[in-house]
């Protein structure tokens, strides 16, 4: 149990890349503080996680909300005993493309792809410099690395998360008090969120199909396959990891056609 004496956050756990990720977390042997706006799917989670036999409780949190990131720091303090990892994973997607996106749509996404990060960030760097440092997991995307004519606010916000993560990173303050900040650069996953898109089109198995094609293996990814790339960034096998990406895209992102 590798991860046995932690205890953190998770956002957006109450499905998708979150789920998994809160689950993972768990089995490896740490306590998952899981947060969403979504309660039932949240209370889904915490369910999933203790009759795997892990720690799990569950919080609503709005990750816009200052507040709402302290509230979920410290359940995990006294629920736990500590706070020492943290998983900003919270997001949301708008497809539009950029003439057609209204201002409030657009600071809707950054609310919450861009400022939820940045608070879940800044929260959690302030309660790891009062306690000896912990590990900070930014969900970004493969669109952090490139663009999509038709996610233009979910590709601005993306691209904005690794350029924190970055600058999280490299402050020598944060670093030598033992606290590391790295994100990962998913592709298209097995989600609720793209399993609606899918249904949302004239033909779900053409869309499937489209869009897997652009993969070398021809599929995209198991939320659980980056899952254990978080539980990787959390533990200690991963110390002199800082300030970094690791791409979990299936090849997608190395090739050109």
């Not at 991860?3 to 768990?26: I, K, M, N, P, Y």
């Not at 892990?54 to 995990?76: H, M, N, P, T, Y």
């Not at 663009?147 to 690794?162: C, E, I, M, N, R």
Request: aromatic share 6%; with cysteine.
């Amino acid at each position: 149990m590798e991860l046995d004496g932690r205890f953190g956050v998770v956002t957006g756990a109450a499905q998708g890349l979150g789920r998994e990720s809160a689950l993972a977390l768990a089995a490896a042997g740490a306590a998952v503080v899981c947060v969403d706006v979504n309660v039932s799917g949240t209370d889904e989670t915490v369910d999933l996680v203790r009759a795997a036999g892990g720690k799990a409780v569950g919080l609503k949190v709005d990750v816009s909300k200052i507040a709402d990131i302290d509230a979920a720091i410290d359940l995990s303090r006294s629920e736990f005993g500590g706070f020492n990892f943290i998983h900003n994973n919270a997001g949301i997607q708008l497809e539009k493309p950029l003439h057609e996106t209204s201002s409030e749509e657009w600071q809707r996404v950054l609310d919450i792809n861009l400022t939820g990060v940045f608070n879940g960030c800044r929260q959690a760097v302030l309660a790891m410099l009062e306690t000896g440092g912990g590990s900070i997991v930014n969900t970004a995307s493969a669109l952090s690395l490139s663009a999509d004519p038709y996610l233009s606010a979910y590709t601005a916000s993306k691209h904005g998360v690794l350029g924190l993560t970055r600058a999280i990173g490299v402050d020598p303050t944060y670093a030598q008090a033992g606290i590391r900040c790295n994100c990962i650069c998913p592709g298209d996953m097995a989600t609720p969120m793209i399993l609606q898109y899918w249904d949302s089109t004239p033909d779900p198995a053409a869309a499937k199909a489209e869009m897997e094609s652009h993969y070398p293996a021809r599929r995209i990814g198991n939320p659980a396959e980056v899952a254990n790339v978080v539980v990787f960034l959390v533990s200690d096998r991963s110390s002199y990891f800082n300030a970094s990406h690791l791409i979990v895209d299936g090849g997608l992102l190395a090739q050109v056609y």
